[in-house]
């Protein structure tokens, strides 16, 4: 259990570090975004484990990914700025 659960925040700290250092104009400040994978990752991990209940290594961490992932994905902006017309035009 232990093992799993430092696995995943290395994982998810990981990932949260590839994504801020590729996209640093897409995603906000980095205080921000590392914390959100390690939270993301030991949620998954947590959450494959409960589903799973005694799940192997290996697919647990395949959670803590997954989650990991969709947990940045929501703190990207948008790339090009948005053309937004006014209601009178």
Same mark, same amino acid.
């Given at each position: =259990?232990?093992?799993?659960? *430092? !696995? %995943?925040?290395?994982?998810?700290?990981?990932?949260?570090? #590839?994504?801020?250092?590729?996209?640093?104009?897409?995603?906000?400040?980095?205080? *921000?975004?590392?914390?959100?994978?390690v939270?993301g990752?030991?949620? !998954?991990?947590? /959450? =494959?484990s409960?589903?799973?209940?005694?799940? +192997?290594?290996l697919?647990?961490?395949?959670?803590?990914v997954?989650? %990991?992932? #969709? +947990?940045? +994905? /929501?703190?990207?902006r948008?790339?090009?700025? /948005?053309?937004r017309? %006014?209601a009178?035009?």
């Amino acid at each position: =259990m232990f093992l799993e659960a *430092l !696995g %995943s925040a290395i994982l998810g700290l990981t990932l949260a570090w #590839a994504a801020a250092h590729r996209l640093p104009h897409r995603l906000p400040a980095r205080a *921000l975004v590392l914390p959100t994978g390690v939270a993301g990752a030991l949620f !998954g991990a947590f /959450l =494959m484990s409960t589903a799973l209940d005694a799940g +192997s290594l290996l697919t647990v961490l395949f959670g803590a990914v997954i989650v %990991s992932v #969709a +947990s940045l +994905s /929501l703190l990207l902006r948008p790339a090009g700025r /948005l053309r937004r017309r %006014s209601a009178t035009a």
